[in-house]
């Protein structure tokens, strides 16, 4: 399956805006002149995107994050200089569309500073066409599936703890990965089994 990609004309002229909303957060990867909480309109992250890769395997597969369709979403907005503008997104696709489960498309997201300006962005979309798109699953499903993953990024579990630090530095909560987070966070404390428990 390719992946889906823009054209250079399809891009904004100038200095290139990216939206991070998940481990671009917290490990963007490439050289930025600023970075601005930002809000995004019509989409929301989601735990949505089995990983295979970073945080996963085909045979145990990981959680990651994926804008999909419905709602809102803050974030953070980095403003890339046009003169690094084609390595930086040579970066993003190497990194975001390893499986060609995002799209990559630009979006309106509004700078939460003193402007309040509106600028496109750069954004990683949900396929939701795609065999690694989750949909919507239980809390119980998502604890599964992110306890388990381990791929070429590191462990699951250490992904979702450090997005949810970076959305907790920003102001913000977002209920559903903060109540994951506190799961994950609980087995922390009791990974230790009793004598005589099995491993």
Known sequence: MSAMTLSDRDLPNGDLWVFGYGSLMWRPGFEF?????????????????????????????GLVLGLDRGGACRGIAFRVAETRRDETIAYLRAREQVTSVYREVTRSVWLENEARQRVSALVYVVDRGH?????RLSLQEQLRHVRQGHGQSGANRDYVLSTVKAIEAQGFRDTQLHRLAMMLRDDGHSRHPAPGDSP
């Open 131 to 135: 065999v690694q798109y989750a949909g």
């Open 33 to 61: 002149l600023e970075q601005v909480p930002a809000r995004l309109i019509g989409e929301h992250r989601a735990l949505c995107v089995y990983s295979f890769v970073h945080r996963g395997t085909p045979e145990k597969p």
